[in-house]
Each structure stands twice: as C-alpha cells, then as structure tokens.
C-alpha cells in the first residue's frame, strides 16, 4: 500500500521574484482600520466566520500591492478587496445559483446602485461605487466593470465545476483563475489609483498582454500554491493549480509543486523580455504605460510576501514554512485574532 505523503516542499518564488520591488503603503495601518470598521458596520458574516475573514488581513494585501497610492485611494481599494473577500467566502457555500444571486447583487449595484436590492451585499457594494466615481476616469471604468462582469461569471463557472466535482484542464483552469481570482478587477484598480486612462491600443499590444497575463498569473500561480492545504482542510481544493496537474497530468504533489515553481519562472522570464520588447505609444502615452506595468509589478511581490504575514494561509507555522517550505498535509494550527485598536 503506497503510503499519503506527510509533506510537500515549496518552489522559492521569493528567489524567482528578485527583479520585483517590495514596499508598504505609509496609510495602511489608518486604512486597515477605517476599512475593518466599515465592513464591521454592516454584520455580514457570524463571530466565527467574522474571526475567518479577519485572518484575511486584507488591508495588509492592499498595502503591499498598492504602495504608491494617496490615502483617499488607498481606503478605496482597502473597502473593494474587503468587498471581494466578502464575494469570495459568501460564494465558497453556496451552490451555482446561490452565487449566481450573489453575483447579480454585486453586479447591479456596481453598474448602478440605485438599481441594487438594499441589502447589505449591495449596500456595501454601493459604497465603493461612489468613491470610485469620484476620481475614476470613463475609459478604465468601463473596463473595471468589465473586469467585474468576467469575475462574477467565472466564479459561477467555478461553483458549477464544484458542485459537479469536475476539475478543469491545465490552459481551460489558467483562463479561469485569471477571472476568479479577481486579479484583473485589482489591476482595473491600478488607472484609478494613478489617475490615467490608457488607450485601448496599449491593451490590445501583444507585449503589453504578455506583461500584464505574466503578472496576474503570476500571483494566481502563488496563491494557489499557497492556499492549496487551506482549500484541502475546507474541501475547496478542486479551484487550484495544484489539484488540476495532480488530478490532469498525473503528478503527485510535489511534482506538481516543482511544475508550478517552473511555470512560475516561465513567466518572470516572459514578463521582462515582454518588457523590454514594449514598443512605444508616443511620448504622453509611454509615461503612462510605464507607470502602469510599475504598479503591476507590486502583485506578484506583494502577494508573496503577504501571503506570509497573514496566518490565512499557514497559520502559526507560517513563519517555520517561510526559512524551511516545508508545508505539513495536516490541519494547520490557527493562532488567536488579534484586533485592531
């Protein structure tokens, strides 16, 4: 009898993530509690599951991936990953057409609040419809919708796949993660925050796609790779790139872990050779452009180095898997929420 293994060893993204610079957002500790209190205001989840989403720590996301953001900005991103997380754990119970009725709800209130249902999902929503619109240009907000539209839609996709217990291909699961994870609705943020509204013919580029399909899969690829014992211990591992080359290609879970490792520096590579080869836009354009690929560089960076500052993911062995990667396949041991003043 082939004995389950006790471990797997993590690639060292860390190490293949060196060209990318890492910083903290100067507001972020004003921020993160202004945006726990206006989550808190509305009561949408129990003490226990209010306890689960504070181990999130978004707010800290938020400062590593949005450093360069003013205050205003920054609270407005830190109120729109709270609002994604919200979507995110409410649709992880829920059956397809119970997410599909979540989605409507974020939806509808996202296109035009005073067309939402009032409840708290919309209200919420509501919310961070009005600061955007404050300071959002036209052109970046019609893709922020469409981004949210993409989202909502593969997160319905994904719930059917669970309830079917199917598991994706390896490039169908890629085309999926890019939109479920909400990683281009966070990229959608990047305009607003900086105040620019790019051109469509810089998004149709094919080496400005390159750049920005190498980041966000880049930060896909590591939040799958360090959430997948998480998914494993909530029966939610079935979303994961993971599951998908264990379950498709065969692999046992390291050598799934060493795949994903590889893929990973696949796209590093992929993304600055992308970038050196980016033609111009002309003179005001460019000055935009290389604004933007800097605030998209901040993800992958940033998502590491949150992924290990949070207990979310590894609990309180997160600091032993940091120095070892060594992840143990058991429930992780949670450490108590600590509050913010």
């Known amino acids: 009898m082939i004995q389950s293994p006790s471990h797997f060893v993590l690639p060292d993204l860390f190490s293949l993530s060196s060209a990318f610079h890492n910083a903290t957002n100067p507001f972020w500790k004003r921020g993160a509690i202004e945006s726990r209190r206006w989550v808190d205001s509305y009561a949408i989840f129990a003490d226990r599951r209010r306890a689960f989403f504070l181990q999130v720590q978004s707010e800290l996301l938020c400062s590593r991936c949005y450093p360069y953001a003013g205050y205003e900005e920054f609270r407005t991103c830190c109120d729109l990953i709270n609002l994604l997380f919200v979507v995110d754990e409410l649709s992880d119970e829920q059956c397809h057409g119970g997410v599909r009725h979540t989605g409507d709800i974020f939806l509808q209130a996202m296109r035009d609040p005073t067309c939402s249902d009032g409840s708290k999902l919309a209200r919420m929503t509501a919310d961070v419809h009005a600061r955007l619109m404050m300071t959002i240009k036209p052109n970046a907000f019609r893709r922020f919708l469409a981004h949210c539209d993409a989202y909502i839609n593969s997160v319905i ?3 059917r796949l669970r309830d079917r217990g199917e598991v994706l291909g390896f490039e169908d699961y890629v085309h999926l993660r890019r939109e479920n994870s909400a990683i281009r609705v966070c990229f959608g943020m990047i305009p607003y925050i900086l105040g620019i509204d790019l051109p469509e013919e810089v998004f149709e580029d094919g080496n400005f796609q390159k750049i920005y399909f190498s980041a966000a899969d880049m930060v896909c690829l590591s939040n799958d790779l360090y959430s997948y014992n998480m998914g494993l211990n909530r029966g939610l591992e079935g979303n994961n790139f993971v599951t998908v080359l264990m379950r ?18 696949q796209l590093m590579d992929e993304f600055l050779s992308a970038k050196k080869c980016l033609g111009s836009f002309g003179p005001e354009v460019d000055v935009d452009v290389k ?26 062995l997160r600091h032993q898997i940091l120095r ?18």
């Open 248 to 265: 498709t290609q065969n692999m046992d879970i390291q050598a799934a872990c060493d795949f994903v490792g590889g893929h990973y520096k």
């Open 324 to 341: 070892t990667r060594i992840v143990p396949l058991k429930p992780l041991e949670r450490e108590p929420i600590k509050e913010e003043d």
């Open 157 to 159: 996709q994904e719930a």
């Open 291 to 316: 604004r933007y690929i800097s605030a998209c560089q901040h993800w992958p960076a940033g998502n590491l180095v949150w992924s290990f500052e949070t207990p979310r993911y590894f609990g309180a």
